[in-house]
């Protein structure tokens, strides 16, 4: 059957593409291998966020007391349940997507899609043609052959979403989003948990205030933490037990768990897709493209977790809808790369857009700081609730905002103000003098960018 764009992979930027493609007028297919949604619905993001829920009214029920409410009996996770919340959750939104494509009239095609020859794809041993392919494949988490996967003492993300009991005793090995939630989720319900980071910090692509504020939030939560330190092996030995092999400050050492969870990053899906076939090009296991997502070969497009630069949900999206609106001819401005938000749904939450202050440092750019602690935020404090800051870094000569890093309680939910603002190049005075509702967590915004100013009030 002929298409006039076929999008392989319908994750957050696949089926976005897809979409945006049919709103244009065009003709749709999506091919999928699994669930509708891809990874991030299924089995990363939306998921992950239903655990993490559930794990914070668990810390609602057992500090009630705080807040002047008395639980009667004893309060406990029931993992089982929690789990089955999950992918209830995960199955709702699959359905969203699958009603999403069925509206736009776009053909879910059910099977592994590979490329063939110019303008055609293979699912399954069916052949479909199109005059634009869009590969949007994602990725998969990365195994080290010192750390084999197994699946049950030695899991990945996928089965950490999926456990059927509470171990007593899990280390997270990775301290990034990924690792650094799902070690937060067990802790928090109870389990006793030990990240390990190569890296000199936690959080290392983070700013350095907010790694350390967030290795002193672990440490509360009694989870140990571990920077600058190598795993050189795991292994079960023959009761069952995780035995992990490490180098750090303290020399070398073997830790043992019930459970590992290796956090080390993802790998992206591009094998046996028909990349080497077609002469598409490849570079460090990325899909190297134009600033509209074009690979070397022409009608051949690649987009998401598979190209190179941050491997975000929310980036493939927009890169979806670059790249169809440039195959439509809409001429659209490509992808800012510089103003991409991060979010980390520990608690407290991390959220980010910008530069850090140690990359400017690195850039020789001028700047000044704006800092507000939620210790002197109303809000924070009638919620009982007073970790983190908020810390604005703005350009010396013209003011304008340039990263912002935030820590606290729904700071994720504050990361679109200034990721609006560094995207239209907003001043601390334009940000300071913008009325903030109050009593609100952003008004610490505001707060911050009087600070920067020098006027700030309530510090």
């Known amino acids: 059957m002929q298409y006039d764009i076929i999008v392989i992979g319908s994750g957050p930027g696949g089926y976005v593409a897809a979409i945006r493609a049919a709103q244009l007028g065009k003709k749709v297919a999506l091919v999928e291998r699994a669930e ?117 003492h030695i899991i990945s993300s996928k089965q950490a979403l999926t456990l059927s009991k509470l171990p007593q005793s899990m280390i997270v090995v990775g301290s990034g989003a990924i690792g650094s939630e799902f070690a937060w989720f067990y802790a928090a319900l109870g389990v006793k948990v030990t990240v390990v980071e190569y890296l000199p910090r936690m959080m290392p692509l983070e700013d350095e205030e907010v790694s350390k504020a967030m290795e002193r939030a672990f440490r509360k939560l009694r989870a140990n933490v571990l920077t600058s330190t190598t795993v050189k092996a795991v292994r079960v030995n023959a009761e069952g037990i995780c035995e992990v092999d490490i180098e750090g400050k303290k020399g070398a050492e073997t830790l043992t768990a019930d459970v590992v969870l290796s956090a080390v990053g993802i790998q992206s899906n591009i094998e046996n897709i028909g990349l080497e076939e077609l002469g598409v090009a490849v570079e460090r296991g990325k899909v190297l493209v134009d600033k509209y997502y074009q690979t070397n070969v022409s009608g051949i497009y690649a987009i998401g977790d598979i190209v190179p630069g941050p491997a975000l949900a929310h980036v493939a999206s927009a890169e979806g809808i670059c790249c169809v609106e440039a195959i439509c001819g809409l001429n659209p401005d490509p992808v800012d790369y510089t103003t991409i938000p991060s979010c980390v749904f520990t608690h407290p939450e ?110």
């Open 36 to 152: 509708a949604g891809g990874v991030c619905l299924n089995w990363g993001c939306i998921p992950t966020k239903a655990l993490l829920k559930s794990a914070q009214v668990y810390g609602y029920c057992t500090t009630a007391a705080l807040y002047g409410v008395e639980v009667v009996g004893e309060v406990k996770p029931d993992l089982e349940k929690i789990v089955a919340r999950s992918r209830s959750v995960a199955e709702t939104m699959s359905k969203g997507v699958q009603f999403l494509l069925k509206k736009n009239n776009i053909d879910l095609i059910a099977g592994f899609g590979r490329l063939t020859g110019a303008g055609r794809v293979d699912v399954d041993g069916t052949e479909y043609t199109a005059d634009h392919i869009i590969l949007a494949t994602g990725a998969r988490p990365r195994e080290m052959p010192f750390m084999p996967v197994d699946g049950e």
């Open 350 to 459: 991390v959220a980010s857009v910008g530069w850090t202050e140690q990359q400017l440092q690195e850039k020789g750019i001028a700047y000044k700081v704006g800092r507000f602690p939620f210790t002197a935020s109303g809000k924070a404090t009638a919620a009982g609730d007073r970790d983190g800051f908020v810390k604005l870094l703005f350009g010396e000569e013209n003011g304008e905002l340039l990263g912002a890093h935030m820590v606290g309680a729904s700071v994720t939910e504050m990361l679109g103000e200034p990721t609006l603002a560094k995207r239209l190049g907003v001043t601390a005075h334009k940000i300071a003098r913008t009325i903030h509702s109050h009593p609100t967590m952003h008004e610490g915004l505001m707060e911050a960018s009087e600070a920067a100013e020098g006027a700030a009030i309530h510090l």
